[in-house]
């Protein structure tokens, strides 16, 4: 049971490329979530997925787009990285309005 | 306005007393209250969740809601050097807004 995993654990992206964070988990839980983490400012919401097919927008959505792909997966998209994206980025999945479990995080720069 | 407002610190409390941590939230309509746990480089850890008004305790923790002036709270007892790191109140119904985090630090 290895709960909820990203990748990758680290990336270094150039202005304007695009890239996918994974993010899986095996709890069966519904609701997935992406967040962004930066430096005394919390977790902030980018996109979450209540249940598989719905995706809704969070605090920050602007810049990225989401693909729920099934139950277990809720993949992050960059399509045009910008220096402002550079962060460190949690997925996390819960049973409907419960307790959150997050995975390790992907540390994102961009130059 | 920030949905979820918590003081930053750092919070500097001595090993074996009680530490207090704060939040405030703005969305009257929020049901359900999270504390975690962050060390640093780490993710975010279930300390407590409440969801009724009134106190909740696990062990040494504390939580604490009052709907009405729409504030939770956690308290610590016993304080342990182990217990420093960032501390992340969350609320919210289907989705969930942090706070900024409280940093605490527990000294020998």
């Known amino acids: 049971n290895a709960g909820v995993t990203q990748t990758p654990k680290f990336q270094v992206l150039k202005t304007g490329q695009s890239m996918t964070l994974q993010c899986a988990q095996d709890m069966n839980h519904n609701s997935m979530y992406w967040y962004r983490q930066d430096p005394g400012m919390g977790l902030r919401l980018i996109y979450y997925s209540a249940s598989e097919g719905t995706t809704d927008k969070g605090e920050v959505p602007n810049g990225y787009n989401v693909s729920r792909l099934n139950k277990r997966e809720f993949s992050l998209r960059l399509e045009s990285a910008a220096p402002s994206q550079t962060s460190v980025y949690f997925c996390a999945s819960s049973p409907q309005g419960g307790t959150q479990y997050f995975g390790p995080g992907t540390r994102l720069t961009v130059l | 306005?920030?949905?979820?407002?918590?003081?930053?610190?750092?919070?500097?409390?001595?090993?074996?007393?009680?530490?207090?941590?704060?939040?405030?939230y703005s969305d009257r309509g929020s049901q359900s209250f999270f504390w975690y746990r962050q060390y640093s480089g780490k993710s975010p850890e279930l300390i407590m969740f409440i969801?009724?008004?009134?106190?909740?305790?696990?062990?040494?923790?504390?939580?604490q809601l009052n709907k009405a002036s729409q504030y939770v709270s956690l308290l610590i007892r016993d304080s342990q050097p182990s217990d420093s790191a960032t501390y992340l109140c969350a609320g919210?119904?289907?989705?969930?807004?942090?706070?900024?985090?409280?940093?605490?630090n527990v000294k020998p």
């Open chain 2, 1 to 24: 306005q920030k949905e979820v407002e918590q003081n930053s610190g750092p919070l500097s409390v001595p090993e074996g007393a009680i530490a207090s941590l704060n939040c405030t």
């Open chain 2, 51 to 63: 969801y009724s008004n009134g106190d909740k305790e696990d062990g040494r923790f504390t939580a």
């Open chain 2, 92 to 104: 919210g119904v289907n989705k969930f807004y942090f706070g900024s985090g409280t940093k605490l």
